[in-house]
Structure formats: structure tokens, C-alpha cells
């Protein structure tokens, strides 16, 4: 199997009567060994990042029942070396304003359109990037340092800068933003073997997207130098630069901005081509005003801070805010929204996805600057759009606070009332001594049942996004935080000063967070059970709509689960694939691709899975009903869904089956595929027991007899139809 690699053991030729169990583990998932609760495995195929395990010696493999354990561990895929997992945590609004073009709407024009907003906004962040990594080389440093004797913290390291011209000082100091651009590629360059036929066909899209955003990056930083330089008035050098500056910008916005021209089949090579160009004119750009800007003999305006930064920084803003508006009216304006069981889907996972990614890389930003001009001897000072974004990331944190416990405390009633519905089904004659328990068990499941409010907090938390980033506004019209909290809320002076302190902290503390997560996520696996989810889901989507986030780890997991299923088929009776939460959407998408042949002998089984509940409210137009009764299809209806109310992530596909629910159609295979169990098993010990049945949740439980129970069933479907 050529995206296996090399193999450290090979497995037998296998009996022609048994039958596989492969079990995917989901996010941020146990080592094999867990997995397939035994001490000792072997792995069979694959790598160390990915491979499938088995127990060891060979002889133990299969069981009494026919059927040969084994184990596919994908968990070192999204991250891998601890240098890439920490790496992540810079990449983080890149990744996450990527994965909101996958959550796009269903609708025929809404959906192409928020792909192209999604786009357009990724684009903004690494303008935003840019023009931080700008603010700290030629504002803080080149001109508000290197210019005054007030900064003596930057002095020493770049005093061979003291004797030169301020020209010269910029121009030598951009290089510095133009270093940045090639850390930003060196990050999300893709460092995972892919397989031989790739899930997602996107290398060519990212390359496109790249070229890009690289012209654009470029053009950013001359864009900065020649406004500043253009302060003391105009030469025609540095209009026309100026004029081809932007020129180069608009091409990029119209290539992203233009549905299906950057990733269209028949206008692929040509946006190629456009976007290579772009590159080499953005290069060619750069050096030349580099040159005229070191060269200029004139003099320079006297001014706080580098002239035309603070409007540029602002204009950025200002788009960004624009383009988040319109994503969210363009999707609460789908007429698709509503779906089966009258659930409303608006779609705003892409909108709210967004709007952090946004807040996120403004208020890193943002703080990047803030404290180099504090380690500068904070007479440097900073540009006053940097403090409204400092300020609003500090309000609207505060803001989603109050509302997520708002929202808390108000469901709680309805929760526990549907809680304690349940509860009285499953467990109408509890004896007094389980009333503790009983108790238990209905908070567990109240808890769970915050899932579905995520709706309601989605469109909160983007409201409060969208007021909290009209604050760029302020900035552009050059009004102070403290003297507009002073003017009309009558705050006392030096009060939004504290604000921003505590701000800077707050997103200092944010960034050590996240750089001591991944520390820990890569060095303990039961940390990294918890941190690695948001890395594990947000790199499962490729590279769609930012080129320099994480490579997707599905390209190479996914092709390898469907080879890895054909060899299996071709030497056993039948496979029976079993995916836990994560897992079973890996599962599903390389059912997909299996050929029928291969289909005829495969049989699913999930558990604790987020296919509906989930899923398909985030990513509607890619896992919908329609997608998921596919791979029913596929696999000639041959699966079940275990589910539990306790469960806050994993729910069922097409039905509850609660006690009480009306049966099932027997005309309806889709209806046949979910079965509900009952969490816990009982309340008291049973005879012989010293403890009562734990409370499984989300916990996989793949030694429990209703799962074990369900892999027979399923093993026993494959041996009757004799493969066929």
C-alpha cells in the first residue's frame, strides 16, 4: 500500500471466515494499546504518526467469536513533532478563518458567496499580520525609536542604524515584515506525507492561494513605506510605485473575490498563472520601493508616529468589520436555512468561526505591538487603532462571559425538566438508596443537553463580534478609548486606560496559554485529550481559504483508511469498521471512496458519534442527511449508531428512539440505524458487583456488551451474505 511506508510487521493471510473489527479512536484518542485493552501490540501497516495495531503475539488475534481485533491511530497526524503542535498556536486565526469556508450554507447563490467572503476575510488577516510585524519594524522601530533619544531599549541592538538616513533606516527595517511572510510559509508549509490519491484535491488551489496572499503581503509593506514616504509630497517614482502598488492589491481581491475564477476547473490554470504574476510583480515592487525610499534625498514630515500607518491600519479594520457584516446577513438570509424536523440551521458556524478567527489575529496583533512599544520604554507609544482593538477584544471577552453563564442559568429549568423526563423512563422504580445517583445522572444529562442551545450562544456571540469590532471606527475618526468613555459614559479619567492594561494582559496570557497547551498536549497524552480537540478538528478540513494554515491530516488518514479496508476485504470474510466520535466521520468519508466491490463486504458501526448532531449543522452543504443516508447506502444499510443522553458530543443519526417514541418504519432502513442506551446501565450494583454500572458519557466503551453485542450483530450480517 503505497501511503502506508514502510511496515514494521505485516499481518497474516488471515481466515477466510473471520471477520475484522477496525476501531478508529476520535479526537486527541488513547494509543493502541487502550484502544484494543491489551498491554502488548503490534503494528501491522503504516507509520509512527498513523498506523494500524493489533494484539501481540499474532497468535491472540482473533477472538472466540471469529473476529480479529485491530486498531487505526491517527492521533500524531494534526500535530506530530512538538515544534509543529507549538507552531499551531501562531497558525491558530489562520486555521480557524479556514475552516469557516467549510461551514458554508447549502443555498445555490449563498453558499459560493460566503466562500468568496471567507476568502476575501483570510486574505484581511494576513494583511493584518503583515502590517503588525510594519508596526513594530518601521513605526515603533525605524521611526518613533531610531528617530527620538526617548527608546534606549532598541538603541543598543540597532545602533549601526543611528548615522543613516530615515529612508534608508525604513527601508532596511522592512525587511523585517518581509521575513515574516517567509515564517508564515515556513509554518504552513505541509509537512505530512500525503497518500498516493489524496482525499482532497487542493494542492494546486493552495498554491494558487499562496502566490496570492504572498503578492499581497508584499505589496502591504511597500504599500506602508510609499504613503509615508509620499507624506513630504509626491515624486513621480513614487506615484507610479504607488499606482502599481495598488493595482497589485485590487488584482489580488478580484482573483479571491470573483466566484469560481481561483478554484473553477476551467479557469484553474489561468488563475495560476494571474497569481504567479502577481508574485513576481509584487517582488519586483518591493525592491524597487525599497530602493527609491532609501535613495530619497528629501526631508521627512515631523510626526508621532509613521505617516498614513495609523489610516492604513484602520482602513484594514474597517474592511474586515465590513466583510464580517456581510457574511453574517448573507448567511441568516439563505432561504435554505430550515431543514428536516423543523431544526433551524442557519449556517452561522461560518459567521461566528469567522468573527473569532477575527478577534483573535486583531488582538494578537494588536498586543504584539502594544508591549514591543512597553519593552521600547513605552515612550514609543502606539498607534490608537491598536488600542480600540485591545479594548474591544477586552469587552467583548467580558461580554461572552456574561452571556454564555446568562444563557447557563437561564436553560438550566428546561434542561433539568427534559433531564428528569428521562431519567424517570429509564429508572421508574429506584430503590431510596440510588437517589443520590439518580441525581447524578439527570445533572450529567441536563449538562449534556447544553448542545443544543449552541444556536442561540452562535448568534450571540456574533452579534457581540460585530458591535465589538465596530469599535475600529473610533480609531479611524482618531478618537481616544479614555476620552470617550470620559465625554459620554462620564468614567472616571484613566479608567479605559485600565481597561487596556488589563486587555494586553488578558491576550498575554492568552498566547502563554496556548503556547504551555501545546507544550503539554505534546508531552501528556490526558492533556492533550482536552487541548488537542481544537487542533484535531481544525485541521481535519484542508486548505480552502488560507494557504499558510495547518495542512489537512484527513488528506493522507482518510485514502489510507480506504486502502487499508480493500486489502482487509480481499483476505477476511467482511470488515466491520468502528468509529468513535471523530472517528466515525473519518470512517464515513472513506466509505465513501471504497469501490463497490469492497462495499458489498464492509459493515459500519458508530458510537458517541457528531455526524448529525454536530456536524451536519456545522457543515451543512458537506455531511447533510443527504451525505450521511449515502453511506448508509453504500454499505447496504449495515450499520448501527450506539447513542446516550449523557453524551454531550455524540447524539443519534436519523432517529431517537426514546422510550415512548413511536417504533420505528420497517420500510425505512435510515430508521433501523440508531439505537439509544440507557446511561447508566442501572443505578444500583448488580448481584456480585461491589460498584454500580459507571456513567459512560462520551466514553468509547468498546468493552460494553451493548457494543459488543452490536459488533456480532453486524459480523454475523457479513458471514450470511457470505461477502457477497
Known amino acids: 500500500m503505497g501511503s502506508e511506508g514502510p511496515q514494521r510487521y505485516r499481518d497474516g493471510p488471515g481466515r477466510h471466515d473471520d471477520v475484522v473489527e477496525l476501531r478508529v479512536h476520535g479526537v486527541s484518542g488513547a494509543g493502541p494499546e487502550r484502544v484494543l485493552d491489551q498491554a502488548h501490540v503490534r503494528q501491522v501497516a503504516g507509520d509512527r504518526s498513523g498506523g494500524f495495531h493489533r494484539r501481540a503475539p499474532e497468535a491472540d488475534d482473533t ?28 497558525l491558530l486565526p489562520f486555521m480557524l478563518s479556514n475552516l469557516a469556508v467549510w461551514m458554508r450554507p447549502t443555498g445555490r447563490w449563498s453558499g459560493p458567496g460566503v466562500t468568496v467572503l471567507c476568502r476575501l476575510l483570510a486574505l484581511d488577516l494576513t494583511l493584518l499580520y503583515m502590517l503588525s510585524a510594519a508596526g513594530v519594524a518601521l513605526d515603533l522601530l525605524g521611526w518613533r525609536c531610531l528617530g527620538m533619544a526617548r527608546c534606549p531599549a532598541a538603541r543598543g541592538g540597532l545602533a549601526g542604524l543611528d548615522g543613516w538616513s530615515i529612508g534608508q533606516r525604513l527601508a532596511v527595517l522592512a525587511l523585517l515584515p518581509i521575513a515574516a511572510v517567509g515564517f508564515l510559509r515556513l509554518l ?59 493595482a497589485v492589491l485590487l488584482a489580488c481581491v478580484a482573483l479571491l473575490g470573483v466566484p469560481g475564477l481561483v478554484d473553477g476547473a476551467a479557469t484553474a490554470r489561468l488563475a495560476g498563472r494571474v497569481a504567479g504574476g502577481l508574485r513576481l510583480v509584487a517582488y519586483g515592487l518591493s525592491v524597487a520601493a525599497f530602493a527609491t525610499v532609501a535613495l530619497d534625498p528629501r526631508g521627512w ?84 487603532a491598536y488600542n480600540w482593538t485591545i479594548l474591544a477584544f477586552f469587552l467583548h471577552v467580558v461580554a461572552g462571559v456574561v452571556v454564555c453563564g446568562a444563557m447557563t442559568v437561564v436553560s438550566r429549568r428546561s434542561r433539568l425538566r427534559a433531564a428528569v423526563a428521562i431519567t424517570d423512563r429509564d429508572f421508574p422504580t429506584a430503590p431510596p438508596e440510588a437517589t443520590e445517583r439518580r441525581h447524578r445522572v439527570t445533572k450529567m444529562i441536563a449538562r449534556a443537553r447544553f448542545t443544543e442551545r449552541l444556536g442561540l450562544l452562535a448568534v450571540t456571540y456574533a452579534a457581540l463580534a460585530v458591535i465589538g469590532l465596530s469599535t475600529s471606527l473610533m480609531g479611524q475618526f482618531q478618537l481616544e478609548p479614555d476620552q470617550l468613555g470620559r465625554q459620554l459614559l462620564g468614567l472616571p479619567a484613566g479608567f479605559v486606560g485600565v481597561g487596556l492594561a488589563v486587555g494586553s494582559y488578558l491576550v498575554a496570557a492568552l498566547l502563554l496559554a496556548l503556547l504551555l497547551g501545546g507544550l503539554f498536549a505534546y508531552r501528556t497524552p490526558w492533556f492533550r485529550r482536552y487541548v488537542g480537540v481544537l487542533w484535531d478538528l481544525g485541521t481535519f478540513w484542508p486548505r480552502a481559504a488560507h494557504p499558510f494554515a495547518p495542512a489537512s491530516y484527513a488528506d493522507r488518514a482518510v485514502p489510507e483508511l480506504a486502502d487499508r479496508i480493500t486489502q482487509l476485504t480481499q483476505r477476511h470474510a467482511g470488515v466491520v469498521l468502528c468509529g468513535h466520535s471523530h472517528g466515525s466521520a473519518l470512517l464515513a468519508l472513506a466509505v465513501l471512496r471504497l469501490p463497490p466491490v469492497v462495499r458489498q463486504r464492509v459493515a459500519l458501526l458508530t458510537y458517541g458519534s457528531p455526524l448529525d448532531r454536530l456536524y451536519a449543522r456545522l457543515f451543512p452543504a458537506y455531511l447533510s442527511e443527504e451525505v450521511l443516508r449515502q453511506v448508509g447506502e453504500r454499505v447496504g444499510w449495515r450499520w448501527l449508531n450506539l447513542w446516550r443522553d449523557t453524551d454531550p458530543v455524540g447524539g443519534w443519526i436519523f432517529a431517537a428512539h426514546r422510550p415512548g417514541d413511536p417504533p420505528p418504519d420497517a420500510t425505512e432502513p435510515a430508521a433501523r440505524v440508531d439505537r439509544r442506551l440507557r446511561d447508566p446501565r442501572d443505578l444500583t450494583a448488580q448481584p456480585g458487583e461491589c460498584r454500580p454500572p459507571p456513567l459512560r458519557g462520551h466514553h468509547p466503551g468498546e468493552s460494553d456488551p451493548e457494543f459488543r453485542a452490536a459488533v456480532r450483530e453486524l459480523a454475523c450480517r457479513l458471514r450470511d451474505q457470505g461477502g457477497a
Open 188 to 246: 504552513g508549509a505541509r509537512r505530512r506525507r500525503p497518500a498516493g490519491n489524496s482525499l482532497w484535491a487542493v494542492e494546486p488551489l493552495v498554491g494558487r492561494l499562496r502566490a496570492t496572499h504572498v503578492a499581497a503581503a508584499f505589496a502591504m509593506v511597500d504599500l506602508v513605506l510609499l504613503v509615508a514616504r509620499s507624506a513630504g509630497g509626491r515624486t513621480t517614482a513614487t506615484s507610479i510605485l504607488l499606482a502599481l502598488t495598488g
Open 63 to 90: 477472538d472466540p467469536n471469529g473476529v480479529t481485533l485491530e486498531a487505526y491511530r491517527w492521533g500524531d497526524l494534526p500535530s506530530g513533532t512538538m515544534a509543529r503542535t507549538l507552531s499551531l498556536v501562531f
Open 301 to 384: 514630515p515631523s510626526s508621532a508616529g509613521l505617516p498614513g500607518y495609523g489610516r492604513i491600519i484602520g482602513s484594514v479594520s474597517i474592511v474586515q468589520m465590513t466583510l464580517l457584516v456581510a457574511l453574517g446577513a448573507l448567511v441568516l438570509c439563505d432561504p435554505g436555512r430550515r431543514v428536516r424536523r423543523g431544526t433551524p440551521r442557519y449556517g452561522l458556524g461560518a459567521p461566528v468561526i469567522a468573527a473569532i478567527a477575527v478577534g483573535l489575529a486583531g488582538a494578537f496583533s494588536a498586543t504584539l505591538v502594544y508591549w514591543s512599544g512597553t519593552l521600547l520604554g513605552g515612550a514609543a507609544g502606539r498607534p490608537l
